[in-house]
C-alpha cells in the first residue's frame, strides 16, 4: 500500500511540476518576452523568411486589455521605443479578413478593385479582434507627436532626415554601359529588373555610396497614386513623395476639418471607437457636432526595410499603440525554408543582434 502511494505520489509531483512549467512560459511569453517565426521578404537585409524571433515585450511594456481603447494600458516598461527601432504588431487593417484571402488586406483589396467588386459578399467576411490579427514586423520612422514626410524616396522626420540601415534596400536605376563597372566595385544588386524607365537594381543602402552612374528609381512628384495613405489622388502623393503627416499622439487635441479628417477617421472611429458622421461639411462625433478632436492612444509610423516590397505605413497609414507587441531584438536562430539539404539552419544567423 505504501508502494502504490509513494509512487501515486511521484506522479503527481511531476504533474504539478509540468503544469507549473506551463504556466510559467505562458507567463513569461505574455508578459515579457516573445518568440515568434518570420515569413515574408519585406524586411530582407535585416530579417529573412524562417527567422525565428525574439521579441522584447517590455520596450515599451507589455499592453493589457489590448482589445479595448477604454481599458487598454501598458505595464511598466524599461524604455519606450526610438525611432529606427524594429517593432512586431498586430497589422491594422487586419480586423476584417475575407475567408478565402486571408492573407491579404480587405480594405487595400477594396481600393484596387473598388467597392463593387466586394458588394454582396459580406458573408465572406471575417472580423479579428487586436490580438488575433496578423503579426507584422517594420521599422519606427516616426514616433507619436511626430512629423514625417518622404522626398524622393527619403524619410524625414520633424524636417531631419532619417537615414536607413545599411541593409535596406532601395531601387536604382542604372545605365547598362556602367554595369560592368559596378560589378568590379563588388557591388552587386539585390534584385534586378527591366521596366519602361530601363534596367533597375535593387541595391542594399551600405553599396549606394561607393556607386557611381546610378539615380534613386523614384516615381516623381506630384504624381498621385490612389493606393497610398490616405488614398486621396488630389494629394498628388505617392510612396516615394508624401507628406508632411502629422502622427497622432495621446492627449494632444488637433483642429478637424474636412481637408485632414480622411488622416484619422479611421483613428476616430475604429481604433478609438466612436461614432464619426458627416452632415454636409459638418463632422459629427458621438452624436455632437465638433471641429477637434484629443487622441486617446499614441500612434507610430513604419516601413520596411525592403522598401519596394513591403506593405507598410505607406499604404495603410498609423499602427496604433494597442497593436504593438514588442521590439525585435535577435533572431534566436534561422531556417532556410527553400534548403535542398537536410541542414535547413543558417549558421550565420544564430543568436543574430537585430540593429
Not at 511569453?29 to 517590455?58: A, C, Q, R
Not at 516623381?220 to 493606393?227: A, C
Not at 483613428?267 to 471641429?291: A, P, Y
Request: hydrophobic share 35%; glycine share 8%.
Amino acid at each position: 500500500m505504501k508502494k502504490v502511494l509513494k509512487k501515486n505520489y511521484v506522479y503527481a509531483e511531476w504533474c504539478i511540476a509540468a503544469v507549473l512549467s506551463l504556466f510559467l512560459l505562458v507567463f513569461i511569453h505574455n508578459n515579457f518576452v516573445g518568440v515568434y517565426s518570420f515569413h515574408t521578404s519585406s524586411m530582407n537585409g535585416t530579417l529573412e523568411p524562417g527567422d525565428i524571433l525574439w521579441v522584447n515585450k517590455l520596450k515599451p511594456g507589455t499592453g493589457k486589455f489590448v482589445n479595448s481603447t477604454k481599458w487598454f494600458h501598458r505595464s511598466y516598461g524599461i524604455k519606450d521605443l526610438q525611432r529606427k527601432d524594429v517593432v512586431m504588431f498586430n497589422f491594422p487593417e487586419g480586423d476584417s479578413l475575407l475567408k478565402n484571402r486571408p492573407t491579404d488586406s480587405y480594405y487595400y483589396l477594396k481600393r484596387l478593385y473598388g467597392e463593387e467588386e466586394f458588394r454582396g459578399k459580406m458573408e465572406n467576411l471575417r472580423y479579428y479582434p487586436v490580438d488575433q490579427r496578423p503579426r507584422f514586423v517594420k521599422r519606427v520612422y516616426g514616433l507619436p507627436g511626430d512629423t514625417v514626410m518622404i522626398e524622393g524616396g527619403r524619410v524625414f522626420c520633424n524636417n531631419i532626415e532619417i537615414n536607413y540601415p545599411e541593409y535596406s534596400i532601395g531601387r536604382y536605376l542604372v545605365e547598362e554601359s556602367i554595369k560592368p563597372d559596378l560589378i568590379n566595385q563588388g557591388i552587386k544588386p539585390y534584385n534586378e529588373l527591366t521596366t519602361e524607365e530601363g534596367l533597375v537594381w535593387e541595391l542594399y543602402e551600405k553599396d549606394i555610396e561607393d556607386a557611381t552612374g546610378i539615380e534613386p528609381g523614384c516615381l516623381p512628384k506630384n504624381y498621385p497614386d490612389r493606393l497610398v495613405f490616405p488614398f486621396s489622388q488630389h494629394l498628388l502623393w505617392n510612396m516615394h513623395n508624401m507628406g508632411p503627416i502629422f502622427i497622432p499622439k495621446k492627449g494632444v487635441e488637433i483642429r478637424l476639418d474636412m481637408d485632414n479628417l480622411k488622416f484619422y477617421e479611421r483613428i476616430i472611429s475604429v481604433f478609438e471607437e466612436n461614432t464619426l458622421e458627416l452632415k454636409g461639411e459638418k463632422i459629427f462625433i458621438n452624436g455632437k457636432r465638433t471641429d477637434s478632436y484629443k487622441f486617446k492612444m499614441d500612434y507610430y509610423w513604419v516601413i520596411g526595410d525592403n522598401r519596394p516590397h513591403s506593405f507598410d505605413s505607406r499604404f495603410w497609414g498609423f499602427v496604433p499603440d494597442n497593436h504593438i507587441l514588442g521590439k525585435v531584438e535577435k533572431v534566436l536562430f534561422s531556417i532556410d525554408p527553400n534548403a535542398k539539404s537536410i541542414f535547413k539552419f543558417r549558421s550565420d544567423r544564430f543568436w543574430k543582434t537585430i540593429e
